[in-house]
């Protein structure tokens, strides 16, 4: 609704959100928008300034701690200490050149393999999402939220579509802004067939029924995570690792057994 106090608790989040991981800031363009065309006309100027100062005080904060712990810049750059060290700098640079340049245009990309592999599992809720993304695009000047939304989930796909790095899970911040664009289009249509006269029973009814078609595609997305037996292999590799290796060996692997191996009623 446009409160000063919405507009900065928005700034702090989106700033916790990239203390948890540094990517979030390709959201930057489309929360600075939102921020805009969300705030109420009377203080619009002064709440779009808010928002940015809030959240680049917050956001600032990471690169303050690297400066402070001289990780920052590489070694021997600058003010940077000619000891060897993790470089902030170094860091971001080495994530951008990461991956094989097969971006969104090739067939043979891990971009496009993930899409219809996600399309695959959940058909449905991928579709109609990026159905209302296209859709959500073309309403700019009719339904500004629902653009600002838009716009993150545009941003997002063009990121994961660049060449990169792209994981299976990548696909998680797709779903939750898949489903608030899919949510406004669903109330934009609602309203717009209830002033046209349609009966609300009507609507309510096809509402259920889709909102039932989601949920079972959810369901039999969210299938494998139920059914599929992930920790036997895992109980045995530990318990093969306690009888056959010494206790003084150096393992470099996942830490799912550290626990079990440092527990002497397990380990004998």
């Known amino acids: 609704d446009g409160r000063l106090s919405r507009i900065i608790v928005s700034a702090i989040?989106?700033?916790?959100?990239?203390?948890?991981?540094?990517?979030?800031?390709?959201?930057?363009?489309?929360?600075?928008?939102?921020?805009?065309?969300?705030?109420?006309?009377?203080?619009?100027?002064?709440?779009?300034?808010?928002?940015?100062?809030?959240?680049?005080?917050?956001?600032?904060?990471?690169?303050?701690?690297?400066?402070?712990?001289?990780?920052?810049?590489?070694?021997?750059?600058?003010?940077?200490?000619?000891?060897?060290?993790?470089?902030?700098?170094d860091t971001y640079l080495y994530q951008v050149a990461r991956g094989n340049g097969e971006g969104l245009l090739s067939p043979d990309g891990p971009f496009r393999t993930f899409l219809g592999q996600w399309v695959g599992v959940d058909y449905l809720l991928m579709v109609s999402g990026l159905a209302a993304v296209g859709v959500g695009l073309l309403l700019w000047r009719k339904d500004r939220y629902l653009f600002g939304v838009s716009i993150l989930t545009l941003s997002c796909l063009l990121f994961l579509g660049r060449g990169g790095v792209v994981l299976h899970y990548y696909v998680i911040p797709l779903l939750a802004l898949f489903t608030l664009a899919v949510g406004l289009l669903v109330g934009r249509l609602a309203n717009s067939a209830i002033g046209r006269g349609v009966p609300q029973r009507v609507i309510a009814l096809v509402f259920l029924v889709f909102t039932v078609m989601l949920v079972q595609g959810d369901v039999n997305a969210n299938s494998t995570n139920f059914t599929n037996d992930r920790t036997t292999a895992q109980r045995e590799t530990v318990r093969w690792i306690a009888d056959n290796l010494p206790s003084d060996s150096v393992i470099i692997m996942d830490a799912y057994p550290w626990v079990e191996l440092h527990d002497p009623s397990y380990i004998g």
């Open 13 to 89: 989040a989106f700033g916790v959100a990239f203390w948890t991981k540094e990517i979030f800031a390709i959201f930057l363009p489309g929360m600075l928008y939102l921020a805009y065309v969300q705030a109420h006309v009377a203080h619009r100027r002064f709440a779009f300034g808010l928002w940015g100062a809030t959240a680049f005080s917050a956001m600032s904060l990471f690169l303050l701690q690297a400066f402070l712990k001289d990780e920052l810049l590489p070694p021997g750059v600058l003010w940077s200490s000619d000891e060897p060290h993790v470089s902030l700098v």
